[in-house]
């Protein structure tokens, strides 16, 4: 499962795109839904959980935490961003 | 129709009547920075009526990368009178509201009436939602565009029923968890570009040409070229905002208002209706309480329906003051637009002053 990063999530993982398993070789529990992907991600990259708002994109769809994923959805994390 | 603007009154599909919407159009930008130059430069130039123009800061050097109307010589000078100087030197029909203020929540509503498109080309969040709420209030369609380094985003909120800012992002963050341009840093380049798709969809809403970027969140990112389009729906709770918040600083200083139990008793005495929740257990609420009170445990809180009305005024209790206040919290967070306010000393307090409850 491949994540498009933008905004202040691009810093924060330091790369534009994120893979995440769909099947577990470490015992990790594999994200179903949109909730269960930001709890994944946040266990590594805890700055993550900091966000007060992040909207998650899947297949260029605004998805609410209990929408489910699997690997074949494009997925994007874009958070708020303020410049001007 | 003027021959001024002949380029675009002989397109297809736009013409003398797109020509004459542009004419009668009142648009407000709010920020004269990066976003906002371009933003006035082209409507100027296409011939929008009137632009309303909202900005206090003055020129300085570190602008200049990538705010490309102002130059050297501007450096000091307020940028309200450089924009409305050049403004005017490029279209003499144009007609200016100068505002030589910051966009505040005691003057939005007065500033944002009458005209037909807000856009928001400012560079920080708590002026962000205060256009958001204040656009909603007034039925004002608003063009947002917003920066990250080398991203952008443009989107058009409450366009004919369409989502809003906060359907998009519903909690205001920190500035300390998304940093701005002057921490972080942008390209010269990139204001250019959203601003000017701005600009696009600014003219978009007032023609009624082609698809106005509603229901749509537009991520452009310039490294790669790629422009990202992700769809919303609106949350039906945000289009009803009726009042803006008493608050748009940073929500980090959680503000608890409370209540002392005299001015309480006075209230119930001489009020005709009161809401009053009750955040204790059904166990505790069982034994006492008060009798105008709703039991409503504070875990069960965050599970009242998003789209619940409250009345302006709400009132909230336990039995010492620690949970309401806990509640409060939580209750501002979820129903902005009512006050809530915790009881101190709660039951205890209560039953000192009037022992026979």
């Known amino acids: 499962m ?18 995440v398993p769909t099947a577990s070789a470490t015992g990790r529990k594999i994200p179903k839904t949109v909730k269960e992907l930001k709890e994944f991600l946040g266990e590594t990259y805890p700055e993550l ?36 | ?76 000078k307020s940028k309200l009178e450089v924009v409305h100087e050049k403004l005017g030197a490029q279209n003499a029909s144009t007609h200016f509201n100068l505002y030589d203020t910051f966009l505040t929540k005691e003057n939005a509503m007065d500033i944002l009436q009458g005209y037909d498109v807000v856009v928001d080309a400012t ?9 958001n709420d204040a656009c909603i209030i007034l039925g004002i369609p608003f063009v947002y565009g917003a920066l990250h380094g080398f991203e952008g985003h443009v989107s058009v909120f409450n366009h004919q029923e369409g989502p809003t800012y906060r359907c998009l992002y519903p909690n205001m963050p920190s500035s300390e968890e998304v940093p701005d ?24 809403v007032l023609t009624g040409i082609g698809e106005v970027l509603s229901g749509k969140l537009m991520v452009y990112d310039g490294l790669s070229q790629n422009a990202t389009k992700i769809s919303f729906t609106p949350y039906p709770a945000n289009l009803k905002i009726k009042r803006l918040q008493d608050s748009y600083e940073s929500l980090d200083c959680e503000l608890v208002l ?44 965050g599970e009242v329906k998003p789209d619940a009305v409250f009345p302006q005024e709400v009132y909230v209790i336990c039995q010492s003051g620690k949970r309401s206040a806990q509640a409060v919290k939580q209750l501002q967070k979820l129903y902005p637009n009512s006050q809530f306010y915790s009881i101190l000393g709660g039951m205890n307090k209560m039953m000192a002053i009037s022992p026979n409850l």
């Open chain 2, 258 to 301: 409370e209540i002392n139990v005299e001015s309480f008793q006075a209230i119930r005495d001489s009020a005709t209706q009161l809401t009053l929740i009750d955040v204790r257990t059904p166990e505790e609420f069982e034994q006492n309480h008060l009798s105008e009170a709703r039991n409503l445990q504070l875990n069960q809180l």
């Open chain 2, 181 to 204: 341009c002057n921490d972080n840093g942008v390209l010269g380049v990139i204001p250019g570009i959203i601003g000017t798709l701005q600009a696009l969809e600014t003219v978009k």
């Open chain 2, 123 to 131: 560079d920080n969040f708590p002026t962000r939602y205060l256009i």
């Open chain 1, 49 to 84: 959980n900091k966000l007060s708002s992040l909207a998650v994109a899947v297949n260029n769809s605004y998805a609410q935490d209990d929408e489910s994923i699997d690997a074949y959805d494009e997925i994007a994390l874009i958070p708020p961003v303020s410049g001007g």
């Open chain 2, 1 to 76: 129709m003027d021959f001024r603007y002949d380029r675009q009154t002989r397109l297809k599909g736009f013409g003398s009547e797109g020509q004459a919407k542009l004419v009668a159009g009142k648009v407000l930008v709010v920020g004269l920075g990066g976003l906002g130059l371009p933003v006035v430069q082209y409507l100027n130039a296409m011939g929008v009526g009137t632009l309303g123009l909202v900005d206090q800061d003055i020129v300085e050097l570190h602008n200049l990368q990538r705010q490309v109307l102002y130059s050297e010589k501007d450096l000091g």
């Open chain 1, 2 to 19: 491949t994540i498009l990063l933008f905004g202040v999530t691009k810093d924060i993982v330091g790369s534009s795109t994120l893979s």
